[in-house]
């Protein structure tokens, strides 16, 4: 089964220019999150998605970030523009809420590693 | 809110010695948790998880855990490490409705020859 699949996988880029990030949940998943890994903050949830939907994105940093949802398969962080403080690993995740054992397991990609020089 | 503290921020075991990684949250309703681990250059991939039932969960790669609701605590363990179990590893929370899951900080393994 396919996985979560995120593009690119690396990205450097130039301060001030646009980057978007892209996801594609493993199918049948109605929930979807951005996270963002640095070395200083860890892990953070940015914002996640149900049904396409945005739920939660107060872990946004700043009006610099967008995210979007326009179907079930697939989803875009974009940043712009882009400055170096925002170099760091990129992860989309997407998990199916449903009752029982199920739960709500988190299912990662494996990232989006961003460069801003 | 729920919150996720993993005390140690790197540990080092000697292949075949026994490991125990410590996870601690907080949650007001009855939690659901999770070890993920993280190789280099990888993205998290999950270990095991507990729901309900059964304290001791048994998980992938011969680890497991043991919720201890007095304690508050998710710990993870494995008999004998082995060295590709070097990587980091993730202790979360999360809701059974709703998908606002905390991870801790994150838990650095090495493994000595």
């Known amino acids: 089964d396919a996985g979560v699949i995120q593009s690119p996988r690396h990205e450097v880029t130039e301060m001030g220019q646009e980057v978007t990030l892209r996801c594609k949940p493993i199918s049948g998943h109605n929930s979807l999150f951005w996270y963002r890994q640095t070395m200083m903050r860890g892990l953070e949830l940015l914002i996640y998605f149900n049904n396409n939907v945005p739920i939660d994105d107060s872990g946004m940093p700043e009006d610099r970030f967008s995210a979007k949802m326009p179907n079930a398969s697939f989803s875009t962080l974009k940043i712009q523009p882009s400055e170096p403080r925002d170099s760091a690993v990129y992860f989309c995740?997407?998990?199916?809420?449903?009752?029982?054992?199920?739960?709500?397991?988190?299912?990662f990609g494996e990232g989006s590693w961003l460069t801003v020089v | 809110a729920q919150s996720v503290t993993q005390p140690d921020i790197h540990i080092t075991v000697s292949e075949g010695a026994s490991l125990e990684l410590r996870c601690n949250y907080s949650y007001g309703a009855t939690p659901y948790l999770f070890w993920y681990v993280q190789s280099p250059g990888q993205g998290l991939q999950l270990l095991l998880k507990?729901?309900?039932?059964?304290?001791l969960v048994q998980g992938i790669k011969g680890f497991e855990a043991e919720f201890k609701r007095s304690q508050s605590s998710f710990n993870l363990r494995k008999p004998s490490v082995h060295w590709s179990d070097a990587a980091e590893y993730f202790c979360a929370v999360g809701a059974m409705w709703g998908n606002d899951m905390r991870f801790g900080a994150g838990t650095r393994l090495t493994v000595k020859p």
């Open positions: 507990y729901f309900s039932g059964d304290t």
């Open positions: 995740a997407s998990s199916i809420i449903s009752g029982g054992s199920a739960g709500n397991t988190i299912y």
